[in-house]
């Protein structure tokens, strides 16, 4: 059934858009197996600690977001070419934690203890002139 929805996909995006589309579809593909990866090795309720043990114990690159008051470890997996007069756009995998509620001076520091809630894909669009 996917496979037949991915043929239909394909289709329908080389006659609208043509093959520009067909390698976004592509990479598309490939930016969801590495996000898979991660899901099958690092399971919600997971500890930052153990997680970010992993990464380390396998040399992945990830640095830390802080979003709404909570810290996030971001993987780099992929870049997308840009249109004209822009630079590069990236494509992340996105650890998200969970934690105790932080205030005053614990918002600028991640815990051990938080725990993952969720691995999703997201963009950084680059700039453009």
Do not use: H
């Amino acid at each position: 059934m996917r496979r037949r929805l991915l043929k239909i996909a394909l289709v329908t995006c080389f006659a609208t858009f043509g093959i520009r589309c067909g390698l976004r579809i592509k990479r598309e593909v490939v930016y969801r197996a590495r996000l898979r990866s991660y899901q099958e090795v690092l399971a919600v309720g997971k500890s930052r600690e153990f997680v970010e043990a992993y990464l380390k114990s396998r040399n992945i690159r990830f640095f830390l977001v802080g979003e709404g008051g909570r810290w996030n470890d971001y993987i780099e997996i992929g870049e997308e070419n840009p249109p004209p007069f822009c630079s590069n756009q990236k494509i992340f995998a996105v650890l998200e934690f969970l934690g105790p509620q932080r205030t005053g001076r614990d918002l600028i520091m991640a815990s051990d203890n938080d725990t993952l809630a969720e691995i999703r894909l997201s963009d950084a669009p680059g700039g453009c002139l």
